[in-house]
């Protein structure tokens, strides 16, 4: 008797440990720049001498409050991060912080990006397996436009599971119609990227995120990414962030909160979002000014120092595979 309690136990927890949801988090962390001027790009501002005086102790603390905040998601099993500088402020991240206990490694290729910035990819070792990575270069050299890559990593998790997940942070709105152009272009590059993925992998989860600074109702998403006003694209690609609650966003200009932040899934049945969420923790949010209510707290308003981590507030996903 005693035996057969002991089986359906573990049966049990092997159950419950099947089950457990993989976790996905977004977030800008904006102008994660370490203290060094890089010859080849335009971050000359960020160095202790330039114009926003970046010393150690400011990047220190930057780099602290990023792993608190992973920290309060419960450690995400993988992280896509926009507006780091190179490998060295995410070894900062991983190793020089108490993350540095939890098995996290990064994924990251240098972009053309003018002033340096890319995206990348932190992921536990002990609940997903890099298999591949590349960058997709999405910049116009014709037309002497650089932006940041999209980041495109393939791996299996550890319940065995295939998964595919790309890396964006899109051309801002600075530039009008030029701009919204390279935006649209970079959304069909991406949605043929999720279809080819799901192509050849027809059982993984395909997850795209990032800052498309751009929100559902805009081109770029309505037309580029093929949603029109729905919530599922002709390809079967979902815009999870029509799940999050209204009147909030990921992002916060002249008092109107908007989701410029997305997370696209495409795969097959098996894969159930079990929950998605907009993080406003504490540490996070400051007084917007003269305006009523909250603003993401920014490392700078304006030229002033102002000791946050960002102008965006970061994105959770939590999938189960059935």
């Known amino acids: 008797m005693k035996k057969l309690v002991f089986a359906v136990v573990l049966m049990m927890s092997s159950t419950v440990a099947a089950q457990e949801p993989f976790t996905v988090a977004w977030w800008n962390v904006e102008n994660l720049f370490d203290t060094r001027d890089d010859p080849a790009t335009n971050d000359d501002?960020?160095?202790?001498?330039?114009?926003?005086?970046?010393?150690?102790?400011?990047?220190?603390?930057?780099?602290?409050?990023?792993?608190?905040?992973?920290a309060m998601m419960d450690l995400p099993d993988v992280v896509g991060l926009g507006e780091v500088e190179n490998k060295f402020v995410l070894r900062e991240l991983c190793q020089g912080t108490p993350l540095s206990r939890v098995p996290y490694r990064y994924v990251h290729y240098d972009s053309p990006d003018r002033r340096g910035?890319?995206?990348?990819?932190?992921?536990?070792?002990?609940?997903?397996?890099?298999?591949a990575s590349r960058p997709v270069n999405v910049s116009d050299s014709n037309e002497n436009y650089f932006t940041r890559d999209i980041l495109v990593v393939e791996g299996v998790t550890t319940d065995g599971d295939s998964l595919c997940l790309l890396v964006n942070h899109w051309p801002s709105k600075r530039g009008g119609e030029e701009a919204n152009a390279h935006r649209l272009r970079i959304a069909d590059t991406l949605r043929r990227?999720?279809?080819?993925?799901?192509?050849?992998?027809?059982?993984?989860?395909?997850?795209?995120?990032?800052?498309?600074?751009?929100s559902a109702d805009e081109e770029a998403i309505a037309t580029g990414m093929g949603f029109g006003n729905d919530s599922v694209n002709p390809d079967g690609i979902r815009l999870l962030t029509q799940r999050l609650p209204r009147g909030m966003g990921s992002?916060?200009?002249?008092?109107?909160?908007?989701?410029?932040?997305?997370?696209?899934?495409?795969?097959?049945?098996p894969w159930e979002v079990k929950k998605m969420k907009l993080l406003m923790f504490d540490h996070l949010l400051t007084q917007d000014g003269n305006r009523p209510g909250q603003?993401?707290?920014?490392?700078?308003?304006?030229?002033?120092?102002?000791g946050g981590f960002s102008d965006h507030l970061p994105l959770l996903l939590k999938l189960n595979r059935l």
Do not use: C
């Open 45 to 70: 501002e960020f160095t202790p001498e330039g114009e926003r005086r970046w010393t150690r102790r400011r990047l220190a603390n930057k780099v602290n409050g990023i792993y608190k905040t992973l």
């Open 117 to 131: 910035i890319d995206v990348a990819l932190i992921y536990r070792t002990d609940r997903f397996t890099v298999t």
């Open 193 to 214: 990227l999720m279809v080819e993925l799901h192509d050849r992998h027809p059982s993984a989860a395909v997850i795209a995120m990032g800052d498309m600074n751009s």
């Open 251 to 269: 992002h916060k200009y002249q008092g109107e909160w908007r989701y410029i932040d997305q997370m696209f899934l495409l795969a097959d049945a």
């Open 295 to 306: 603003r993401p707290k920014r490392t700078y308003q304006g030229p002033r120092y102002e």
